[in-house]
């Protein structure tokens, strides 16, 4: 047993004499770099001395030949001295500004010197106090895992030894760190070794006292939250002298505590006490070592915290949460809010920490009162939080945005409100098991209209006083977003929540009365010389017009009157040129796209069946109308928002046209399931038409946001006739084609073909591989046409592969042969290459066909007709090339 006791002690003795060397050895480094400051000061005064010129010549005078005073170091140039050329005059002052030294072969004796300090300055100064740290930590671990192998202390006893050594760990950074300041050794940054043994000790504390509580149980659940959490508090303070990382580790520490502490009763009022405790002291340190970083991580945590207590679901988590955001939102008015208690000196900058912390309060009370059903208490909390934030935002000028953060948050109150359940209605009270579950408090539709009314007239009122009020652009912006944003906001949320977006007369009037007041607002603002927050109030009187328009009218007029709302902002854009109004018209334009993005049919499932008259003319036509307008309106400046105009309303024009095809093939189900011939063949030639006008539009214009549409729009037109070549091939369908003329083939194949020609026929001609294409897929769509409508003759409106005749596919050779040759005699006329490749092709095909099919499916007659056809052709083309080519001086060029 003694021999078991001499190696305890030699175990606890190591720490303590590998700590004690330690400090000796950096006390040593001190003393030598103080030496080392000392001999450069004397090398300076030496140059110094040999900068004079009566010192350097007596010394060249009186000194003996072999004698040289000066190191093999580089010399800076200078112009020799006439009595000594043999060396270079020594160069000034290093503080003197002069040209860089030539370096000389070899290692000088300087860089030697810095290359051998930065080495030992990385081993011997960084990693060796990181490496020390870990090997202190171990040595630890190693300690406590050798004695309880060894069964040679208790419980008690282990935990008793692992707070002494985070004890003495802390006594000895602090100090080390003492010692550092008497003796003003600042030490490295990145490696400073009394915040290194200070957050070893910091972490030994931690993990004694969570052994206490999770493996020994030696600790009640309420000791060991109140011990964990002060550990980290005590972190925080100590980092305002040991640095940041010390900081981030206390507040990891005590933020996680209550997660690593479990009872059979939680408490959510103590994790918002521990939380609210290791706040503020991570903010107040954050405040006086101005570290944003810990600031922002100290919000985010507390926040992070107020919505898991929601999460999880803890007794009074809803109370607690409200006083949580609370706490947040005092904390940044009273430690982060510039020029104002505790926090930094003023600064009219808009602040996102500050802003960030109004945010996250709010959120965390939305949250709160969402998830109680909008009850009394919540509601009342939010309330208050609301009006602290604006009157936050009114006396710093930094927390302007923070009114904004209520502008959107005030709104999503009214989106979870819960209405008490009207008598005979599906939601009815408990009946005979009231009591049984416990039931929300509901707040009534009174309470729904005061609150939303209140709301929206403060906001209204209190950022236009901003406004007129702001000295500087921003923050007149800050608040005329929130006098804008949040009543309309306000009124979408209260039209969705009573009326079901349906029409609804009251609702238009109350859009009305906001686009006056709107109005008179911006007018307001702009005689007073206010042109940004003008800007705003005007564009919002203009978004409330399409409002009123759209609650007064039924179905998908919201759309509609987002789209002429646009249109408006380009219009009062073109009256008053004030800044943001134009880049307001685009955004409500991919508002409206998203919109559409929801619900396609704009008016529900629900369109009719009348063909193009029905909802998706309006819904589309009118939105492309006025997105048209607007970019025309807007055409003096070619920016983004023109572009942006341009583009949806080329979108909403094809996505028109497409809808309304749908709409007619299946009898305005635009969700059915597979598609028809005529269809696919429609949609190509839709979509070939626009590319054909898009790219002459391209070409008048020189502009590529046509080129890039239309060629996006032949990619669909491409894909549209390859599925009606491939899936609606009417031999593997068997459907109706109609009629010997006018029929579904006519539709799917001959136009789609005629149309792509003409896009082939506009493309530019340093673009010759997309004419190729082009010309090759009318080439295709015409051959194909011309095959069907054969079949067509002679089977009928159904075809089937199997009844083809030998009459029938021998006039199948005939009319690929004359399709051939009249695409030959076309491009010879017109002097086109691509016309003439494509009657090779086809001819090309004719001739695969006749000698590998017609030899042995056809018999007698036909089978000698198909073979002289052939060769009659292929002579006559021959023929021709012979007599009009070399007219032309060669093949023409197309």
Known sequence: MDEVAWLVLLALAFPVMALVALILALRQRGRLQTLEQRVQALELALAQFRATPTAAEGITAHRPPDMDLTEPAPRPHATPAPHAPERPAPGPLPSTPQAEPTPTRG???????????????RVGARWTVWVGGLALALGGVFLVRFAVEQNLIGPAGRIALGLLLAAALLAGGEALRRLDRRDGFAGLPAAQVPAVLTAVGTMTAFGSLYAAYELYHLLPPAAAFLLLGLTGVATLLAALLHGPALAALGFVGAAVTPLLISSDTPNAWGVVLLISMVGASALAVARIRLWRWLALLALLGGAAWGVALLLFALPQAVPAAGALAAVLLVLTALLIAPGL????????????????????????????????????????????????????????????????????????????????????????????????????????????????????????????????????????????????????????????????????????????????????????????????????????????????????????????????????????????????????????????????????????????????????????????????????LLRAQDDWSRRVLESLALVFAVLLAALEIRHLAHGGDVYAVGSRLW??????????????????????????????????????????????????????????????????????????????????????????????????????????????????????PVLDADRISSMEWYTYSAVWLAFGIALLGLGLARGSRALRLGSAAVVGATVVKVFLSDMSDLEGVLRAMSFIGLGLVLVAMGWLYQRLLPRRGGPPQG
């Open 679 to 796: 269809e696919s063949g429609l949609l190509a030639a839709i979509y070939a038409a626009y590319a054909v006008g898009l790219a002459r539009i391209a070409r008048a214009t020189g502009r590529r946001l046509y080129r890039f549409f239309s060629d996006g729009v032949a990619v669909l037109a491409a894909l549209c006739a390859l599925d009606a070549l491939i899936a609606g091939n009417p031999f593997l369908t068997g459907a109706n084609v109609g009629g010997v003329v006018f029929n579904d083939l006519l539709v799917a194949y001959a136009l789609p073909a005629v149309l792509a020609l003409a896009y082939a026929a506009n493309l530019p001609p340093h673009r010759p591989r997309l004419r190729l294409a082009a010309g090759a897929l009318a080439t295709v769509l015409a051959l194909a046409y011309l095959t069907f409508q054969v079949s067509r003759l002679f089977q009928g």
């Open 107 to 121: 290692w000088s004796i300087g860089r030697l010197r810095e290359g051998l300090s930065g080495f030992e300055e």
């Open 341 to 632: 208690a505790w926090g930094p000196p003023a600064d009219p900058r808009p602040d996102p920490i500050t802003t960030l912390g109004c945010a996250l309060a709010l959120l965390v009370a939305v949250l709160a009162a969402n998830s109680d059903a909008v009850a009394g208490l919540p509601l009342a909390v939010f309330v208050g939080l609301s009006l602290g934030t604006l009157a936050l935002a009114w006396r710093v000028e930094a927390a302007t945005f923070g009114a904004v953060a209520v502008a959107f948050a005030a709104p999503a109150i009214l989106m979870a409100w819960a209405f008490p359940p009207e008598p005979g209605s599906a939601v009815a009270p408990a009946g005979p098991l009231a009591g049984v579950a416990p039931e929300p408090a509901r707040l009534s539709v009174g309470h729904f209209a005061t609150y939303g009314l209140m709301m929206g007239a403060g906001l209204l009122g209190l950022g236009l006083a901003g406004a007129l009020r702001a000295q500087r652009r921003l923050t007149a912006l800050g608040w005329a977003l929130t006098a804008t944003v949040g009543p309309l906001l306000l009124l979408l949320a209260a039209y969705g929540r009573l009326t079901e977006l349906d029409r609804n007369l009251p609702f238009a009037a109350l859009a009305l009365l906001l686009a006056a007041l709107f109005t008179a607002g911006a007018e307001l603002l702009t005689r007073r010389g206010r042109e940004v927050p003008a800007a705003v109030f005007a564009a919002a009187g203009v978004i409330g017009l399409g409002l009123a328009l759209a609650f007064a009218l039924e179905k998908g007029w919201l759309t509609v009157g987002l789209a002429l709302a646009a249109l408006g902002v380009a219009w009062v854009a073109t009256q008053r040129p004030l800044p943001g109004l134009r880049q307001l018209a685009a955004a409500l334009g991919m508002v409206v796209l998203a919109r559409i993005g929801w619900d396609p049919t704009i008016a529900g499932a629900d369109l009719g069946t009348t063909p193009i008259f029905n909802w998706l003319l309006w819904g589309y036509g009118v939105p492309a109308l006025a997105f048209a307008a607007a970019a025309w």
